[in-house]
T-cell receptor, first 113, second 111 residues
């Protein structure tokens, strides 16, 4: 079974802090994604990566950056956390250039106070 | 703007009834349409998917109906069970290999 593991289930941070969300997958997938999930807005893509050291902006990249130094690990960075970044963050991975299934982690509920 | 529009936002169905969730899209370059199911505290998981050259796909109690000319597709859950209570997302794959998700439908099946 594919396993996508996010480092924290719940996180509380203060406004202005730098926040790191970590994601690891164990199936040698090329593609990795970060989404945020908000009620009424669904899943919105923040950043994605098709290979090590490569990244592409999604629909809502402002206020975020990512790092992919190893194939299995994809990190989401909130440079200076703000209250409007309080959300559920979901990491996903998939295989291949025309992938048909994204495998999701269990999510990190981030609260910025 | 929302690339995939999903309705309704919430749905309550009696056990044994049919649950129907609808999605619509505009981008004719989308070439693959999955549905994801998410239980509380879990990430979404693939439920069923369809390609645009097929009008219907059935897996057990779950059926996708696809209307290419109308750019609409829907999920039908037959004989709905309380265990089907979850949030359902439709999605579409774009040319850039991204999935665009709908806004989600919270389904409650009451015994």
């Amino acid at each position: 079974d594919v396993k996508v593991t996010q480092s924290s289930r719940y996180l509380v941070k203060r406004t202005g802090e730098k926040v790191f969300l970590e994601c690891v997958q164990d199936m040698d997938h090329e593609n990795m994604f970060w989404y945020r999930q908000d009620p009424g807005l669904g899943l919105r893509l923040i950043y994605f990566s098709y290979d090590v050291k490569m990244k592409e902006k999604g629909d809502i990249p402002e206020g975020y950056s990512v790092s992919r130094e190893k194939k299995e690990r994809f990190s989401l960075i909130l440079e200076s956390a703000s209250t409007n970044q309080t959300s559920m963050y979901l990491c996903a991975s998939s295989f291949g250039s025309r992938h048909t299934e994204a495998f999701f982690g269990q999510g990190t509920r981030l609260t910025v106070v | 703007q929302q690339q995939v529009k999903q309705s309704p936002q919430s749905l309550i169905v009696q056990k044994g009834g049919i649950s129907i969730i609808n999605c619509a899209y505009e981008n004719t370059a989308f070439d693959y349409f999955p549905w994801y199911q998410q239980f509380p505290g879990k990430g979404p998981a693939l439920l069923i998917a369809i390609r645009p050259d097929v009008s219907e796909k059935k897996e057990g109690r779950f059926t996708i109906s696809f209307n290419k000319s109308a750019k609409q597709f829907s999920l039908h859950i037959m004989d709905s069970q309380p265990g089907d209570s979850a949030t359902y997302f439709c999605a579409a794959r774009g040319t850039g290999n991204q999935f665009y998700f709908g806004t989600g439908t919270s389904l409650t099946v009451i015994p």
